[in-house]
């Protein structure tokens, strides 16, 4: 299983990006996806999460700002990033925990950087 992360990039302050997080291989189902960041210097930390039923739960300084979506039929999850300030800076992490034929574990994607600057 891989996960592919994708959307990262440079914009100004106010302004979005959209991520996606793209699973592949032998997959059954996937339970939760979401995304972390870290930032220089700094601890990683949970920016959005979500349920196989669309549950979303957010840290607390992007919500209003940032949406996660999921469409299952692809194995995909998206983060809506609006109203990007620089403290946004960071590398962005996919994470998903994939169940295969037998088991289930937690899977992540190489980090996309988002940087956010004037």
Do not use: H
């Amino acid at each position: 299983v891989q996960l592919q992360a994708s959307g990262g990039g440079l914009v100004q302050p106010g302004g979005s990006l959209r991520l996606s997080c793209a699973a592949s291989g032998t997959i059954s189902s996937i339970d939760t996806m979401g995304w972390y960041r870290q930032a220089p210097g700094k601890q990683r930390e949970l920016v959005a999460i979500i349920t196989t039923g669309g549950s979303p739960r957010y840290l607390d300084s992007v919500k209003g700002r940032f949406t996660i979506s999921r469409d299952n039929a692809k194995n995909t999850a998206y983060l809506q990033m609006n109203s990007l300030q620089p403290e946004d800076t960071a590398v962005y992490s996919c994470y998903a925990f994939v169940w295969a034929v037998m088991s289930g574990r937690d899977y992540w994607g190489k980090g996309t950087l988002v940087t956010v600057s004037s």
